[in-house]
């Protein structure tokens, strides 16, 4: 008889052990959750941002710059020689968006990737996000203005540091690298750059955007002038609007880090707009 209540309590507690063996064994992975983008446009007047949009997803972009506001009777700049470029990405993952682009002056083609490398969290383990971006870039002018193929090409590296302080308080850290293959003689083939940039929400969907980019090297003459732009924002979740002035005409990175020759405090600037709608 002993041995039988022995046999049974053997029995019975021989499934609880193997329950508390499995709920020990059994890991839930917790899912990162990702603090929301610092921006909510993939540029910044003149700089990118982090903004990178989830797989499968096609942005469409417009950038303006209208002719110098220099106090002609050109309608303040609105009847001046515009630039404009007109670009499409597409995100091949939801860290990896990639674009091409073409620009009005000097008939620029652009081929760009973006990437996103750390994106912030919200538990604060990665507090800010390190974006990748990249283009090469081609001249389209007449073969007469070229010895060799190789001396259209030019090239822009960059690595974006964001962090989103608050819900309406967003900063920009950008370094970078630029090289043309055919420049002036007196100029470098290659120049070091470091942007920055903020954002700051005052209404619902409406933002004061600034932006600064300023050359790190010198030439022996005419050493490109750092670019100054400030405006607002309209920002909704598929669709952005930037209105703004800046001394930057160029639009593909390089172009302005190199040749802007335009100085904001003195008068010298421009009004423009950047219009970016996804799909």
């Known amino acids: 008889m002993k041995l039988y209540k022995l046999f049974v309590a053997v029995l019975s507690f021989f499934p609880l052990s193997i329950f508390a063996q499995e709920t020990t064994d059994t890991i839930v992975p917790v899912e990162v959750e990702y603090e929301k983008a610092a921006f909510e446009s993939s540029s910044l007047v003149d700089n990118q941002t982090d903004r990178v949009y989830s797989k499968g997803t096609v942005e469409f972009i417009m950038n303006h710059r209208f002719g110098m506001v220099d106090g002609s009777n050109d ?44 994106k912030q969290t919200v538990n604060g383990k990665m507090p800010f996000n390190l974006t990748y971006y990249g283009n090469w870039t081609v001249s389209a002018l007449p073969k007469e203005e070229f010895e060799y193929t190789s001396d259209r090409w030019s090239f822009f590296n960059q690595l974006i540091l964001t962090r989103r302080m608050s819900k309406s308080v967003s900063f920009l850290l950008a370094p970078s690298y630029s090289h043309y293959n055919l420049v002036e003689s007196t100029m470098q083939n290659d120049m070091l750059a470091l942007g920055a940039g903020g954002k700051y929400t005052f209404m619902q969907d409406l933002s004061i955007i600034v932006d600064f980019t300023t050359p790190l090297m010198k030439y022996e003459q005419n050493t490109p002038k750092p670019g100054f732009g400030i405006g607002i924002e309209y920002g909704a979740v598929q669709h952005a609007f930037q209105l703004f002035i800046s001394n930057s005409k160029g639009i593909v990175n390089q172009q302005n880090i190199m040749y802007n020759q335009n100085e904001f405090f003195n008068g010298e600037f421009m009004i423009g707009f950047n219009i970016m709608k996804s799909w």
């Open 75 to 118: 309608m303040i700049g609105i009847w001046g020689v515009a630039n404009i470029r007109l670009a499409l990405t597409y995100a091949v993952t939801d860290r990896i968006t990639v674009g091409f682009g073409t620009s009005k002056e000097n008939r620029l083609q652009d081929f760009n990737l973006k990437a996103a490398i750390f």
